[in-house]
């Protein structure tokens, strides 16, 4: 039988002692959209729930310093409805459109997203490109990670038992850039990824590349972002590029797609985002949002 108690506190002081106190015995509750199954699958077995959805602190969306910051509360519908986040994070913005249904999004959090850490993540590769920092505090100090280091594995993640992700910041772009996201399901709707890519590229040609789904965490491209370095992308360089992507990828065969399917929809992925990137960024078309797959 599933027993634990429950606490609702309304200050992150009052979190933090309470994660002090309890430390791996205690779960942190957001929009619960995946926490609730694990409890129910026993994948998780909390004795305490800490619900952080009632600490005014982490509710934060707001530009300010150069950046974006997302509160660790904001859901995906706060995220699709901001102007903000449309204007300064279209990929982020693209993504997020894609989570799940209209009822999931209203309380699921892209800060529960990542620390969940599935290796499809919707919102992992699109942060990662934006060199996005997570702030992680406990009661004894705060500390920042920058996206790309704070998976560790499969549903790990460099959070530890006593802290809690307070937000996430993502840096303002200089200058024209375009982005996509592009997202495989076996249909549309809900279901998560069988493969994700994510680009950013620049008005200097500096490209960030990330996959999500097609290993034991969200990983960067860095192989192929260096074959495009400082060059628009032409037929040749896709190529030697989309090389690096199969090589630095290793996708599992499973219930939602074999491993053979999962490598070559990589390759014509990586071509799509690609192309939509660049588009966007010398034409403004596609629209974000628009199906690029
Ligand atoms: C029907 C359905 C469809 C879905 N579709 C998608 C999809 O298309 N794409 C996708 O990526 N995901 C999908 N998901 C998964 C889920 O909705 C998302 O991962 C969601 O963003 C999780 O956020 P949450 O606020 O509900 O997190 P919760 O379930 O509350 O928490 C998730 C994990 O993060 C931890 N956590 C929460 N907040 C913090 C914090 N502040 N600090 C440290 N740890 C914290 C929790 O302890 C827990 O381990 C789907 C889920 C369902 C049920």
Not at 14 to 37: I, N, V, Y
Not at 166 to 172: A, E, F, N, R
Not at 262 to 267: D, F, G, I, Q, T
Request: net charge neutral; proline share 5%.
């Amino acid at each position: 039988m599933l027993n634990f108690d429950y606490r609702r506190p309304e200050s992150l002081d009052e979190a933090l002692s309470l994660r002090k106190e309890w430390g791996g015995k205690s779960s942190l509750l957001m929009g619960g959209t995946d926490l609730f199954l694990a409890i129910e699958e026993e994948v998780r077995r909390p004795e305490l729930l800490i619900d952080l959805k009632k600490i005014r602190a982490l509710s934060g969306l707001e530009e300010k310093d150069g950046a974006v910051h997302i509160g660790a509360a904001v859901t995906y519908s706060e995220l699709i409805h901001s102007d903000l986040v449309h204007q300064k994070l279209p990929g982020i913005w693209e993504s997020s459109r894609l989570v799940a249904s209209v009822g999931i999004r209203n309380s699921a959090t892209m800060v529960g997203n990542i620390c969940n850490a599935v290796p499809s993540a919707e919102s992992a590769t699109p942060l990662m490109i934006r060199d996005a920092v997570i702030h992680i505090t406990s009661a004894s100090g705060s500390r920042s990670v920058p996206a790309v280091e704070f998976f560790t594995g499969p549903r790990r993640t460099v959070v530890k038992d006593d802290e809690i992700v307070t937000s996430i910041s993502v840096p303002l772009m200089k200058g024209k850039f375009g982005e996509s996201y592009v997202k495989l399901g076996r249909y549309r709707g809900e279901d998560i990824a069988q493969v994700a890519t994510a680009v950013l590229v620049d008005e200097n040609w500096n490209y960030r590349i990330a996959y999500g789904a097609v290993g034991p965490v969200p990983m960067g491209i860095p192989g192929a972002e260096a074959v495009l370095k400082g060059k628009k992308p032409a037929a040749d360089l896709i190529e030697k590029a989309k090389s690096e992507v199969l090589n630095t990828v290793s996708p599992i065969g499973d219930i939602r797609a074999s491993k053979e399917y999962r490598l070559h929809m990589c390759a014509v992925m990586f071509e799509k985002a690609i192309d939509a990137a660049v588009s966007r960024m010398e034409t403004g078309a596609p629209a974000y949002g628009a199906r690029l797959i």
